[in-house]
């Protein structure tokens, strides 16, 4: 294999970014606060149509976790940096927990009056490099992220 | 067919991720994928099947030899779905303050 092939293997991070009409304060309020009245359940969760809520809790190592109809919790990763207004970052690996992991960040800045919302999806990218320089917690990356929690929405999709 | 969901299923799987870690080198023989594997070979020809279905891994054959490969376009059709995920979400979180500035 070239390594120009090589490279191509080397899937960047996945960046987003969004401009939303409200302050810095309000836009991290209802990302966080309320992500149980916006998350699209039904496009991503882990028990799908019984997916009722989610919740992100306001801590360092606080859960994200959804909540379905018969009251059980299913977890999606936990909060590893907490700074409001101005970001924070989780772990995602839905379904499960613990372990290696990808890492979510979202950062909030103001921006001519309103406030620009980035995301930034890393870890899951290395699949395809070259596992010597590969950090040792995205080893299970893969696992965690694309594993359990996708199993529902695949099945339906077959 | 190739598309994000194929191959975030065939991922799921333990053993076809570690199978996708021995490519990243580059192409190999069944023989050579499944060497110091605790599953028979048949075993790993099937994963193999599936993660060549899934479009994240293609065959090509040198003579009587059969060589598998990490495919760029399954990788690419898995990064779409999830930039689609993170994209679809965002949009759903700009309507959710939109709509409280509306009311």
Redesign the interface.
């Known amino acids: 294999m070239s390594n120009a092939e090589v490279a191509r293997f080397a899937v960047p991070p996945i960046e987003k970014s969004i401009v939303v009409r409200c302050d810095l304060e309000r836009a991290f309020h209802a990302f966080t606060a309320e992500i149980g009245q916006w998350w699209p359940l039904q496009m991503f969760s882990v028990t799908q149509a019984k997916a009722r809520t989610a919740t992100i809790e306001a801590k360092i190592g606080g859960r994200i976790y959804e909540t379905a109809d018969d009251g059980s919790t299913h977890d999606w990763g936990r909060v590893l940096s907490w700074s409001p207004p101005s970001g924070f970052s989780m772990t995602w690996h839905p379904g499960r927990i613990g372990g290696p992991h990808t890492v979510v960040e979202l950062s909030f800045a103001a921006e001519n009056g309103a406030t620009r919302v980035r995301l930034v999806h890393r870890g899951w990218e290395t699949l395809g490099k070259d596992g010597q320089g590969m950090r040792e917690n995205y080893n299970g990356g893969w696992d965690k992220v694309l594993g359990q929690a996708f199993a529902g929405h695949l099945e339906r999709a077959a | 067919m190739t598309n994000g969901?194929d191959a975030?299923?065939a991922?799921?799987d333990?053993t076809r991720?570690t199978i996708?870690?021995r490519l990243?080198?580059?192409?190999r023989a069944v023989g050579e994928i499944a060497a110091g594997m605790t599953i028979s070979r048949p075993a790993v020809s099937q994963h193999l099947k599936v993660l060549k279905e899934s479009g994240l891994v293609a065959e090509t054959r040198q003579g009587t030899r059969h060589y598998f490969?990490?495919a760029?376009d399954g990788?690419?059709a898995?990064?779409s779905y999830?930039?689609d995920?993170?994209?679809?979400?965002?949009?759903?979180?700009?309507?959710?303050?939109?709509k409280?500035?509306a009311s």
């Open positions: 969901l975030l299923a991922l799921s333990p991720r996708m870690q990243r080198g580059g192409p490969a990490i760029p990788i690419g898995l990064r999830l930039d995920l993170w994209g679809d979400a965002l949009a759903a979180f700009a309507r959710h303050v939109e409280e500035r």
